[in-house]
């Protein structure tokens, strides 16, 4: 191989052939000839080269001339008729002209395409339509059997019988397209002597990509020989647009060159497909091929257009109805599951709780339900730290569902993992939020029959260049197909579609359920706090007077009451005293929910300067060591709540403490991406039993006597948490018994 053809095979690949106008040749077949008219006078504008041949005129005496002429009046008003109906139910035209002193009769299929008016002329098997009805009954015996198949592959079986009988064809063959557009042939009727194809698989590259979009349109083709010599058409360009004539929908369009020697190379003579369709797209074809030169009448062809597109009605409906028993299944696992789910208070929980239903909604060996990090999985899945790798690769999909059979073809690190996850399907509930749950099918190894080779050569032309060429042998060829599973029907991406769509609904309806829990909570908690605060304030002043009368009693009285008298009168005052303090704690409380926050940029070193400055006095008498191992930062926030923040940890960390050596730490943790920072308040104190950990925040709680500790009215953590929720924020501890607590808190404001 040369430099210059080792350069050509890096370039040329299969998609070669998806680049061939297939569309415009510029080129018919010459068993007819094609006329393009210029409406509204019907003027011949284009002409195929073989006029002369079939209608005793040449292109020269043709193009340029009304085709009245060549029809004669009568004809033309008829055509002219006919180009105000549907032309599916007016083709064939039966057309007579006259030409070197005899009548020729042909069927004149006349058709609309890219602003192009197109008449087709076939020499016509009969002078009328007497042949077309022939074939009534036995379309109508054909479509009965089609309607009472039981299931596709009797479907399949019963159209191939029936089309041979119908065209007398050496083999005829349906051959359904894969997802991958790859094809095989799932039944055939045939001549006894020749080899069977029934099982064979052929790649997609078989049919280039504008070749099955030309299946959707035009749903019949045919070759009655394919060792033909093309026709041009002349002029090559429409005088009207300048560009080649489109034949999308020409009956007579000629064929790729590369799809003749395919043929010649299958040893066939002459071939007919028909369109087979299901929900707008090309499902499969009815492939007729023939060892010798064989042509269809268009009356016969309609008829096997007919029985392709009830066979095309037929096949939605079995395909429908075979997967119904299924299709049912999915539904009442579904409606359970979400039955269920709703019950949940949180999602994830709810959906860890039915993962082994998740295996049978898209019947699945394993499941993964992925949470931003946290992993839950069911059956057979890959290992976490393959699963997050999978993950960071299925979050740079922009679609919510994402599912193939063959995952390592387009991850290939898939590949390590394909005897548990070659089938995936990905299902975003939330991309922001980073929920997904992932279905796994494992491999299953498959022998494929192909029908020869399937990978195209490459051949070297007369000039020394690389060209693609269809196989010259369609032997058996066997090939071992691993890293696929089995692929995912459409009801099971339907279900799982299905399913985001109902948790979506559910996390609405929480959401909107939540919004109005929070409306009504803010107004209690409104009407609390204004409770609060009248109740406090308005107890305040019969209180110091019952602790001012106690006081004035011990002054005015003490020498006339006994010593038990005065006992309880100084027993008295103690309780006005302590009533009072949780008096203002209450009011203090709810002041915090009334007064707005004046947030500015607060140093935080001076904040907690100026409390150590407060609390000087106590922590000289304890001789408590403060530490705080680095600047603290500046940051948006309340001043005078913060500052109370900070008071009321640091001063609780030097109250409880027996020890003789107290500390007290105060600083802040490094702050992942765009998380808040976490500040905190450690100490060496007494520490707090685990039980009460979530109870130390309650209003009035105190873990302690009354007494101990310096006393307190046990609504300073209260205080603290609320002012750190208002900032936006949230406060935890952790403790050991003993040993001392920590205090940490965020704040966002």
């Known amino acids: 191989m040369n430099d210059n053809q080792a350069i050509a095979t890096e370039t040329i690949d299969l998609t070669n052939c998806d680049r061939e106008p297939i569309h415009i040749p510029g080129l018919i077949q010459p068993h007819g000839v094609l006329l393009v008219l210029q409406e509204p006078e019907l003027k011949i504008i284009q002409v195929s080269a073989n006029s002369d041949l079939l209608l005793g005129r040449s292109p020269e005496q043709l193009v340029n001339t009304a085709l009245v002429d060549l029809l004669g009046k009568q004809q033309i008003q008829a055509i002219y008729q006919f180009l105000q109906a549907d032309f599916e139910n007016v083709n064939p035209l039966k057309i007579a002209i006259e030409a070197q002193n005899k009548t020729s009769f042909f069927d004149g299929i006349i058709h609309k395409f890219d602003s192009n008016l197109i008449l087709e002329l076939e020499p016509a098997k009969t002078e009328n339509h007497t042949e077309f009805y022939k074939f009534y009954s036995y379309v109508k015996s054909t479509i009965d059997k089609l309607q009472s198949a039981t299931n596709i592959e009797q479907i399949c079986q019963d159209i191939v019988k029936e089309i041979r009988k119908l065209t007398q064809y050496d083999r005829v063959m349906v051959y359904q397209l894969d997802a991958d557009g790859a094809g095989c042939v799932v039944a055939e009727d045939k001549r006894s002597d020749i080899k069977p194809y029934l099982g064979l698989h052929y790649p997609a590259t078989d049919i280039p990509e504008q070749a099955k979009q030309l299946y959707t349109l ?84 309609t008829a096997c257009e007919f029985l392709g597109k009830v066979m095309s009605m037929q096949l939605v409906a079995k395909e429908e109805n075979q997967d119904l028993d299924y299709k049912m299944k999915l539904k009442s696992i579904m409606s359970k599951f979400i039955e269920s789910i709703g019950l949940q208070n949180n999602l994830f929980d709810g959906l860890v709780a039915l993962k082994e239903n998740l295996l049978e909604l898209a019947g699945a060996q394993g499941v993964a339900i992925c949470w931003d990090d946290e992993f839950c999985v069911a059956g057979k899945t890959p290992n976490p730290e393959q699963l997050r790798d999978l993950m960071q690769w299925i979050e740079t999909k922009q679609d919510n569902l994402f599912h193939t059979n ?62 693609l060429t269809p196989r010259k042998s369609f032997e058996l060829w ?15 991406l339907e279900a799982v579609l299905e399913l985001r769509g109902a948790i979506v609904s559910i996390v609405l309806r929480q959401a909107d359920e939540l919004a109005k829990i929070n409306i009504e909570l803010e107004r209690s908690n409104t009407e609390l ?97 403060i530490d705080i191992p680095r600047a603290l930062p500046i940051i948006n926030c309340d001043r005078v709540q913060v500052t109370e923040v900070f008071s009321n940890l640091i001063s609780n960390a030097i109250k409880y403490s027996d020890r003789p050596q107290k500390w ?10 765009e998380s808040p920072i976490v500040f905190y308040v450690r100490d060496n104190g007494i520490g707090i039993k685990e039980r009460y950990l979530d109870s130390i925040f309650r209003i009035f709680k105190r873990l302690h006597g009354q007494n101990q500790y310096g006393g307190g009215t046990g609504a300073g953590l209260t205080i603290v948490k609320k002012i750190v929720e208002r900032h936006g924020g949230k406060i935890w501890v952790e403790s050991t018994y003993g040993r001392g607590s920590t205090f940490y808190f965020t704040l966002q404001a």
Not at 285 to 291: D, N, R, S
Not at 439 to 457: A, L, S
């Open 478 to 492: 066997q090939e071992t197909v691993r890293a696929k599973s089995l692929p995912w029907k459409p009801c099971e």
């Open 406 to 467: 063959a995952l390592s073809q387009v991850y290939p690190v898939a590949a390590e993992y394909s005897d548990v996850a070659s089938g995936l399907i990905a299902l975003a509930i939330s991309r922001v939020n980073r929920n997904y749950i992932l279905w796994f099918r494992p491999e299953v190894v498959q022998t494929v029959n192909w029908g020869g080779n399937p990978h195209k050569p490459l051949e070297v032309d007369e000039d020394g260049g690389l060209r």
């Open 664 to 673: 007290v730490e105060i600083g802040y943790l490094d702050a992942e991406t």
């Open 218 to 301: 035009n749903w019949l083709r045919l070759i009655p020989d394919v060792n033909y010599q093309s026709v041009k058409i002349i002029p090559q360009l429409n005088p009207v647009n300048n560009s080649p004539v489109d034949l999308s929908l020409a009956v007579l369009r000629s064929v790729s060159p590369i799809h003749i020697e395919y043929l010649q190379n299958m040893g066939v003579r002459a071939s007919m497909c028909v369109s087979l369709m299901k929900d707008k797209q090309l499902w499969g074809l009815i492939a007729c091929h023939h060892q010798e030169p064989k042509y269809i009448s268009y009356e016969v062809r």
């Open 529 to 625: 706090d204004a409770f609060a605060y009248i109740a406090s304030h308005d107890l305040k002043e019969p209180l110091r007077g019952i602790h001012n009368y106690s006081n004035f009693l011990i002054e005015d009285y003490a020498q006339i009451l006994n010593e038990e008298g005065v006992s309880k009168l100084q027993t008295l005052v103690r309780l006005t005293q302590r009533m009072e303090d949780l008096i203002n704690s209450l009011l203090h409380f709810s002041r915090l929910g009334r007064v707005e926050l004046a947030i500015s940029a607060t140093d935080l070193n001076i904040v907690v300067q100026q409390v150590l400055d407060l609390l000087s006095a106590r922590i000289e008498e304890t001789s408590a060591k």
